[in-house]
């Protein structure tokens, strides 16, 4: 008995462990169960919200606050057009009302406003006016900008279309080689000032600051251990350029700057205009510094030496004086456009296209008889010391001897119809 006793009650045990394991593996697999769809529901929400905020929720961008500031114009529309006198345009565009006019009309083409457009567009006047006001002050663009009631950004794109427009379109009226005539004219005004004949320009170059790519610093380095591009040009008795070259970086000698310009590939299109001197057939020439090759159409001093004979001292002092031109010109240019001489924000593969809109502004005012003040000139030579040009640095090739040939007549000419002058240099 007690044996079925002790079976029954196993049995029973059994039993009751083996319903409790059921229910507890049941209880498991409802959880496992609800776990997964939980997840699942979880996954889909998520991808759902992912899908609404990427395609269907606003983008978290800064809030507008206004689509244009309020910005015064009241310098330029009352003070400038209405009240400026002459010496005022004079003295912040660097040229009177009737010549900024006249310029104005220059540039219709290439700067005017676009005739659609979605706020009222800046006139032509305040766009030459504001290109203007950089290139004769070289002022921040922040600061033009408040001057005149409008973003830096826009003084920025004026400037560059400008001075684009200048270069493509403009500059080929205002800097141009002279023709027959002109360049006789030109020689007889050398002659009666300096005594030398057949003078139609000088040469001469000068440093302009640059702001210099990182790679390639060192290329820009001139020999005064400053950053610059070299600005080589020709200029006639009125202090007009009619040929520059402003692309060749401040490492570069004058003598490869010559030779790397359109003047030196194109010199036999020179007016010839040839004239009988001592005998030699003598044509039209450019006159030079030490830095350059003696040519047929380019001629230089006699190098110094105790062997210098007093014709040919007198020769280079009259070829000093007459190169006096070329100092002034660059005085005046300077004078004018200080952004020449101040290190400026423009990009270096820019600042090209800025020299050579200063040089056609330059001829322009000439043409146009703007004076130059001495307020300007006394600016420009203090800013210059700071940044001061490099010496010259004579050519060491040798000289062609029909240019030697012709150098000796001009000596013998001079000899012969001017009075023997003792250099003071």
Request: hydrophobic residues 40%.
């Given at each position: 008995?007690?044996?079925v ?52 929720a ?11 500031r ?24 660097r ?29 032509l ?51 141009q ?8 004219a ?28 990182r ?37 570069a ?10 003047l ?87 600042t ?43 050519y060491s090739?040798?000289?062609s ?25």
């Amino acid at each position: 008995m007690d044996n079925v006793a002790n079976l029954s009650i196993a049995y029973f045990l059994s039993a009751l462990l083996f319903v409790q394991m059921r229910c507890t593996l049941s209880v498991l697999l409802i959880l496992l169960r609800e776990g997964r769809r939980h997840r699942r529901m979880l996954m889909e929400c998520s991808s759902a919200a992912t899908a609404v905020m990427l395609h269907f929720a606003p983008r978290t961008s800064r809030y507008r606050e206004c689509w244009m500031r309020v910005r015064s114009k009241d310098w330029w529309e009352r003070v400038v057009l209405k009240e400026f006198t002459d010496a005022e345009w004079r003295e912040h565009f660097r040229m009177s009302r009737r010549s900024f006019d006249k310029l104005c009309g220059l540039m219709e083409q290439t700067l005017s406003p676009q005739d659609v457009t979605v706020r009222a567009p800046i006139p032509l006047q305040m766009r030459v006016a504001i290109a203007l006001f950089k290139l004769s002050n070289c002022a921040e663009y922040r600061v033009i900008a408040n001057q005149f009631g409008v973003h830096k950004s826009t003084v920025k794109k004026f400037v560059y279309s400008f001075c684009k427009g200048m270069v493509s379109s403009v500059i080929h009226s205002l800097i141009q080689a002279p023709a027959a005539e002109e360049a006789r004219a030109i020689a007889r005004r050398f002659e009666q000032k300096f005594s030398i004949p057949q003078i139609v320009g000088c040469i001469d170059s000068t440093h302009i600051p640059v702001l210099p790519p990182r790679d390639g610093y060192k290329d820009f380095m001139n020999r005064n251990g400053w950053p610059s591009y070299v600005l080589q040009a020709v200029v006639d008795d009125t202090y007009r350029f009619w040929n520059i070259n402003c692309k060749m970086p401040g490492c570069a000698h004058d003598a490869s700057v010559l030779r790397q310009s359109v003047l030196f590939d194109q010199a036999q299109l020179l007016p010839k205009e040839p004239r009988e001197l001592s005998g030699v057939s003598v044509n039209l020439f450019i006159l030079g510094n030490q830095a350059y090759p003696l040519l047929d159409w380019l001629m230089k001093s006699y190098a110094d030496s105790p062997h210098v004979t007093p014709q040919q001292e007198s020769f280079n002092d009259c070829l000093r004086s007459a190169r006096t031109t070329m100092e002034i010109a660059f005085s005046r240019l300077k004078s004018r456009w200080k952004v020449l001489i101040k290190k400026s924000d423009f990009h270096y593969t820019f600042t090209p296209s800025v020299i050579a809109t200063c040089c056609a502004l330059h001829n322009f005012c000439e043409n146009e008889k703007e004076m130059v003040s001495p307020s300007w000139t006394e600016e420009a030579a203090a800013l210059e010391h700071g940044l001061p040009q490099p010496g010259v640095r004579s050519y060491s090739g040798s000289d062609s001897s029909d240019g030697q040939k012709i150098r000796l007549a001009l000596t013998d000419y001079l000899q012969a119809n001017a009075p023997l002058r003792k250099s003071v240099f």
